[in-house]
């Protein structure tokens, strides 16, 4: 791979993890920006390269610009970003952004979406981790390929179209099923039980569906058809009317 210099804007969970990440693969990791000036400086003078609090220090004519803010700050980011290095190629990496986002600030700009949930601090394979990228140009677009092959061994080209509905399908395995995690660790809480007695469960439910498809991996009362036990269960959960009605929602939706 051709040597490149990176900018990376925005270390919060994913930021982090991606700095992480090219740095330990000496993938061009140049610069880094975040508003927090100590998080800035700790990560900086760990890596040994450019860091800065002041968006507008950012140095200029950097091959690549790699915007790591929250989605609703990308606008605003990418607009302050442009006043400062001028046009440049400049991705986001977000699932749920259009590419599109960029292209009133930049005539090279694209997608490089890495398909995890990312939490700073946490140790994570990197080279495990799909990631999607799109670019409105040949050369992004083989730049992109080219830094996604050093960290991961599973990239894909996905449209913004694509990566819409991708990103409907993670918020659903990943939030909604966390979610009910911490519903159901609400009640474990309040019966005096310990919630690590479902953690093997929770392990192999996501350990199944590596292998099987997973309406053949389903079980329980709804796939069973035990009217009496999903009766007796919302029975139970009267005394939580919010968590009754996501049961309900969800066991219908089984039944069908
Ligand atoms: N976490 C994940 O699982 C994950 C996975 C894939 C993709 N992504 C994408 O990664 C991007 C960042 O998400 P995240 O989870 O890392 O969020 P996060 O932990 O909340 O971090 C957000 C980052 O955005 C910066 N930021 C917010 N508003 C800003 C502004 N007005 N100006 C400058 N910087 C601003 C924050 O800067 P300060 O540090 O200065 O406050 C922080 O570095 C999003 O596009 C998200 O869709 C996240």
């Not at 200029?60 to 046009?87: F, M, R, W």
């Not at 590419?99 to 990312?118: D, E, H, M, R, W």
């Not at 894909?156 to 694509?162: P, R």
Request: proline share 4%; glycine share 6%.
């Amino acid at each position: 791979m051709k040597p490149i210099k990176i900018g990376l804007i925005g270390l919060g969970n994913a930021g982090s993890q991606l700095a992480r990440a090219l740095h330990r693969k000496h993938l061009g990791l140049h610069a880094v920006f975040t508003r927090d000036e100590q998080k800035a400086s700790s990560i900086g003078r760990r890596m040994r390269i450019f860091y800065t609090h002041d968006l507008s220090a950012i140095p200029k004519g950097l091959d690549l610009y790699i915007l790591a803010v929250s989605d609703s700050a990308i606008t605003e980011v990418a607009a302050q970003l442009a006043k400062v290095i001028g046009d440049a190629n400049v991705v986001h990496i977000s699932g749920a952004a259009s590419s599109k986002t960029l292209a009133p600030f930049f005539k090279s700009y694209g997608v490089f979406y890495p398909l995890q949930t990312l939490t700073k601090g946490r140790k994570i394979k990197f080279k495990e981790i799909p990631i999607c990228i799109e670019a409105n140009n040949e050369p992004l677009k083989s730049m992109l390929l080219d830094l996604a092959r050093g960290l991961s061994e599973k990239v894909y080209f996905i449209n913004d179209e694509e990566r819409a509905w991708l990103h409907v399908t993670a918020v659903m395995v990943n939030n909604f099923t966390n979610h009910l995690y911490s519903l159901a660790e609400k009640i474990t809480n309040d019966k005096d039980l310990s919630f690590d007695l479902l953690r093997p469960l929770i392990l192999e439910t996501a350990s199944k569906v590596q292998k099987m498809d997973p309406k053949d991996a389903q079980t329980g009362p709804a796939a069973r058809g035990d009217q009496k036990t999903i009766e007796a269960h919302m029975e139970k959960l009267e005394q939580y009317p919010d968590i009754l009605k996501v049961y309900e929602v969800l066991t219908k939706s089984l039944e069908k």
